[in-house]
């Protein structure tokens, strides 16, 4: 137990270090982070979850046949609520700038979408104190509408739309700090898993769909969660940190 507790607080610190900045998603998070609510939902207020995150990322895109580097910020909010135990549906909305090809970042336009956040599977690992130590595994799908202004070569500006598709799957591992004088958070989750992100049906295409995610939650009450994790495709890193409520 005190060696689990050592080994997740000493990751923690190197997960804020690299993820101080704010990438891919952030999505809603569980009913609860206690574990008789986290699968089945508890009092019915907790079925509404609201959260605002942001985002930046450099990816490489195909543009008209032409390959470019793509760089976008994008801050959203979304609302959630719980259509089933452990399924959330939620509505995310914000705003994002991007800038392709080293133009400049263009001004920023309005972003939006829709999604599933499931959680698939929670299970204690240790068996010293009950509830202590869980091993989790989420899902998630999302929908997302953007834009941006582009001026190709030949000088004629052009809005360049596209529908994102976005899922993923994430393993966790949670350990709960109540107890600890070093450290006030209820809970930590450390989560890894891969990443499915792709442009659809619009003017912009993306040349890797495939990659790798991970991240930290720290659940400061029942209430609320802040997340921060990093994401990549290859050679360029995403970065995301959001807040997370539920009421």
């Known amino acids: 137990m005190r060696r689990m507790n050592t080994r997740l607080l000493s990751a923690v610190a190197a997960v804020i270090a690299t993820c101080f900045c704010c990438s891919l998603h952030a999505v809603p998070v569980g009913n609860s982070n206690s574990e008789i ?3 089945i939902s508890g009092q019915s207020l907790h079925n509404w979850a609201f959260g605002i995150y942001g985002e930046s990322w450099t990816r490489e895109v195909d543009v008209g046949g032409a390959d470019l580097d793509m760089e976008h910020s994008r801050v959203m909010a979304y609302a959630g ?3 089933l135990p452990g399924v959330t549906f939620y509505v995310t909305g914000g705003m ?4 392709i090809d080293d133009q400049g970042a263009a001004d920023g336009e309005a972003e939006y979408g829709a999604g599933l956040n499931f959680n698939l599977f929670d299970h204690e690992i240790l068996d010293p ?3 202590d130590d869980r091993i989790r595994i989420n899902g998630c799908v999302q929908g997302t509408y953007g834009s941006t202004e582009y ?3 030949n000088g004629e500006l052009s809005e360049l739309k596209w529908q994102e598709v976005y899922a993923s799957l994430t393993l966790a591992v949670v350990n709960d700090c109540a107890g600890n004088k070093f450290f006030a958070p209820m809970s930590i989750s450390l989560f890894v898993g891969p990443v499915y992100s792709a442009f659809l049906g619009g003017d912009v295409e993306t040349d890797r769909n495939f990659g790798v995610t991970a991240g930290m939650e720290v659940f ?3 209430n609320a969660t802040l997340t921060a ?3 990549s495709f290859g050679e360029d890193i995403g970065y995301t940190a959001g807040l997370h409520l539920r009421f």
């Open 129 to 131: 104190t009950v509830f």
């Open 96 to 99: 994002g700038i991007s800038d």
């Open 220 to 222: 400061c009450s029942l």
């Open 81 to 83: 609520y719980d259509i």
């Open 229 to 231: 994790g990093v994401l």
């Open 151 to 153: 001026d190709p070569e």
């Open 37 to 39: 609510d986290y699968m």
